[in-house]
Structure formats: C-alpha cells, structure tokens
C-alpha cells in the first residue's frame, strides 16, 4: 500500500467527521464524535466506522513493518558482503603455498609467526663445519642456518602459524632455569680464562656466577665480566647446555600433500603452552627473548622441519636441506629442513619466489 496515498485518505476521513465536542469521551470508545451522527431524516447512523480505523492503523503497522524489513535486509545484505568478502579473502588460499584444513574444515594457508620484526639470518648462511666424533670416519661437512631470524622486541608474541599440537617445549617448567645453573658451574670453572680484566676481576666472575639463577643474570655477566662471545663459544664448545635456549615446536595439521610441518621457534623469553597440547592458527605460543644468546638481540629462531620419512621428492632441491648437528648427526626424526619463506605467504619476500609448491 502506498504511504503517502494512504494518509491523504486518512485525512479525508477525518475531517468528513467533524471535531469532538466536551461529551465525546462519555460516549466510550467505539462511537465516535457527537458531530460524527447523522442528523436528519430516518434512523441516525454513525458515520465514524471503527472497523476502518482498524483497517487504517493495520497498513501503517504493516507499513511499519515493511520498513524495517526492508531497512533489516539491506544490513544484511552489507553484513552479507563483508563477511562474503572477508570469507572470499579466507578463501583465496595459494595452493604454491601448503593448504591446511583446521578445526571447521576451512582450508587456510599458514600465516606469520610474528608480528613486525625484522628479517635476517638466510636459510643458505653458512656457519662453521661439523666436528665429527673422535675416532669416527665420517667426513666433516658444512653446516648452514637452515633458519630465519626475527629481530623483535623482547616479549614480541611467537604465534602457532596454523592449528597443529605441540610436540616438544624447553621452558622454566622443563628446567631451563636448572640448565642455567649448571652452565653457570662450568663457567667457574674457566673463570680465569674467560674474565676480561678491563672490565672485571676472576673473584668478581665468581662472586656473580655463584648468584645466577635465571639466563639474564648469564647476560648481565657477559656484559660487565667476561670476554666477547665467552658464553657463546663455551656453550657451543662443550654442549653443557642446547644452544636454542627456551623454546616451542608444533606439528601442524596435513597440509594438501599430506605432510605434516614441524615449526620451531627458539631464543624465547618465555613459553605458553605445554607439550601435546593442541593449538590455532595465530595462538601466541611464547614471547621472544634472548636465552642462550649472551650478546646479540632479542630475535626469534625460526625453523621449517620435515619428518625425515618424509617424501620429499616433489619440492624444490634448493629449498630443502638434510639438518646436520656439528657433530654429522641427524636432528631427531625432524631432519629436513626447508626455507621458511617458501611456506608463509605473506612473509616478506614470499610472495616474489612463491611458495614450496611452485613447480607442481
């Protein structure tokens, strides 16, 4: 019914029944307005019809009505698109990239570990080689980062990159804490060899070491007592302790091939979760820091593992490493290492090269 047609015939109506007199509201509700009877010849009949009014205030409700189903659809239908476009953005998964199904079924492409930070440290960095057993045959080889570094901001969040579990962590609830103390132990041990007399006395070493309980107190003593990289080449050098300090692995779920991808991150401040338990995408497993790391910054080490079972035939050679520890041996059963820009889509540089499954 339209509107404006509607009230017109309203106003009609009304004025065809006159103004109410001072006794209009002794006559009760359905007669109407003393001037609204018809005087004259026969019976005297209202013309106010009550059933019409009814009528009446029954199209504006229904006009009412329509109005705010009209106004309902037409947010629905924005509430429509933006979720449409944000599920059409969710959605527009790289296949080049590995495609997990999550919770709900939705097929997503991992996303960044990190928030911000800066990106350094190749995967193709070479470090020193392996030292092989004493006594053993096995040639030496090199040994390369097999990582990224993230420079962040200590206490920066490491976030689970798709839904997965948690296979392994080295925290202050593992005893990281009682590591500390034992490499602190050995450190008096060289105290004499390691102290720069410009900045510190052995007895001062000491003294300090004999008070460290958590890995920054390891920190403030490589800055004020002891020589450069001290700590670095001792820890390195005797294996008194890991050399990724605390951190978190996760296994995330299949991605379209069927693989499984372990993502480590270490050198971190703190950690949130605990071993088997499950995780999300974008789940902040930990915070960055410097544990195991006397001199440089804070950063996240991040690393792309493989099952060593794994068939990796269809992958890029040069995105794919077999881990090696410095002394040639295999790192557990997660001994292939990828280049982490190869799996995150939005990780800056990834997209330039595409993902892991470029040429398949």
Not at 32 to 46: T, V
Not at 333 to 360: C, D, E, H, M, W
Request: charged fraction near 30%; charge should be neutral; include cysteine.
């Amino acid at each position: 019914m339209n509107y404006k047609l509607l009230m017109e015939n309203w106003r009609k109506f009304l004025n065809e029944q006159g103004p109410y007199d001072d006794d209009d509201r002794l006559r009760g509700p359905n007669v109407g307005p003393i001037s609204a009877w018809q005087h004259g010849y026969g019976d005297e009949k209202p013309l106010y019809d009550p059933q019409k009014q009814k009528d009446f205030e029954d199209a504006l409700i229904d006009i009412e009505l329509n109005r705010y189903e009209r106004e309902d659809a037409k947010k629905e239908k924005e509430r429509e698109g933006k979720f449409g476009d944000e599920k059409e953005e969710n959605e527009d998964v790289d296949t080049t990239f590995p495609v997990y199904k999550n919770s709900t079924g939705e097929e997503k492409n991992f996303i960044n570990p990190f928030e911000g930070g800066l990106v350094s440290g190749r995967f193709d960095q070479t470090r020193n080689k392996c030292r092989p057993p004493k006594g053993s045959d096995i040639e030496p080889k090199q040994i390369y980062h097999n990582a990224i570094d993230v420079y962040n901001t200590k206490g920066s969040p490491f976030l689970a990159v798709a839904d997965g579990v948690v296979t392994n962590v080295v925290s202050e609830a593992t005893g990281y804490n009682e590591s500390v103390a034992k490499l602190a132990k050995s450190l008096i041990k060289v105290a004499k060899r390691i102290t720069d007399p410009r900045k510190s006395t052995v007895e001062e070493t000491i003294e300090e070491l004999q008070k460290v309980k958590v890995w920054d107190d390891i920190r403030n003593i490589q800055a004020n007592n002891l020589r450069r990289r001290a700590i670095e080449k001792h820890i390195r050098g005797t294996g008194v302790m890991g050399t990724g300090g605390m951190s978190v692995t996760i296994k995330t779920n299949a991605d379209q091939r069927g693989r499984q991808w372990f993502i480590y991150g270490s050198h971190l401040d703190s950690v949130d979760v605990s071993i088997g338990q499950a995780v999300t995408a974008g789940q902040t497993l930990g915070t960055c820091g410097g544990t195991t790391i006397a001199e440089s910054k804070p950063h996240l080490h991040l690393e792309v593992w493989l099952d060593s079972k794994s068939d990796v035939s269809d992958l890029p050679p040069a995105d794919i490493r077999k881990k090696i520890w410095r002394n040639c041996a295999e790192r557990g059963g997660t001994s292939i290492a990828v280049r982490p820009k190869k799996i995150f889509p939005k990780l800056k540089g990834a997209r330039k090269k595409q993902g892991i499954y470029q040429n398949n």
